[in-house]
């Protein structure tokens, strides 16, 4: 296990609704990312999160937002939800935003209707 | 090698052999490689890392090989067992990139009894 938790494990949601998804991160961990993995592809990045504002965005639309707390943990925020937003949504987080090892948590099975 | 969709790249196995799994990356500037274990219904684990200034690193039962002049990284796992089969990923990190992952297809490893 690597101290990253996630919540909700599984979420249904019809298209055109928002969802909220969070992460904790491991302790003594202050950045966090997000990932998103289609069924059968790789992760891909959608942000990461460090002090609080984001450090860096992959290629994914505006209506893909996300929050970090004092306490390091985050959010994923989706507007607008379609039916291709459905995945699997990983968080992960590490020590710094430099070449450090990421751990990821189990992930959230979004599906879109 | 590549692959789309859904038609990940399988590797089968008989159960005390080795296993080599490759992975072509991307980017010349990449300077740290991760590969990463992902199981069913969980979040990638972390199996071993190679900084670009490394062309072999082993760790237990692993090993992985860094050839920089055909952007060609291989995992090694010696005397693969049962509990190894999953998808395998290999990640990379373009140096102006921080720690944020660009992700391989992904390969899966079946282990026979």
């Known amino acids: 296990e690597t101290g990253v938790t996630q919540s909700p494990t599984h979420l249904i949601k019809t298209r055109g609704q928002q969802v909220t998804l969070r992460c904790s991160s491991q302790s003594g961990h202050n950045t966090v990312s997000w990932y998103q993995q289609a069924l059968g592809q790789g992760p891909q990045f959608i942000f990461q999160?460090?002090?609080?504002?984001?450090?860096g965005r992959g290629n994914f639309p505006p209506r893909f937002s996300g929050l970090q707390f004092p306490n390091y943990s985050s959010e994923l925020n989706v507007n607008a939800l379609e039916l291709d937003d459905s995945a699997l949504y990983l968080c992960a987080s590490s020590r710094s935003t430099g070449n450090e090892k990421l751990f990821f948590g189990s992930g959230t099975q979004l599906s879109v209707l | 090698g590549e692959s789309v969709g859904l038609h990940l790249p399988t590797l089968s196995v008989q159960e005390g052999d080795n296993s080599i799994i490759n992975c072509a990356y991307s980017n010349s500037a990449s300077d740290y490689f991760i590969w990463y274990k992902q199981e069913s219904g969980k979040g990638p684990q972390f199996i071993i890392d190679i900084r670009s200034n490394m062309d072999k690193r082993q760790g237990q039962r692993v090993t992985v090989l860094l050839n920089k002049t055909v952007k060609h990284l291989s995992l090694q796992i010696a005397a693969t067992q049962p509990g190894d089969s999953a998808v395998y990923f290999c990640a990379e990190t373009p140096r102006e990139y921080g720690n944020k992952l660009v992700f391989g297809a992904g390969t899966i490893l079946r282990v026979k009894s």
């Open positions: 999160y460090y002090r609080e504002e984001e450090n």
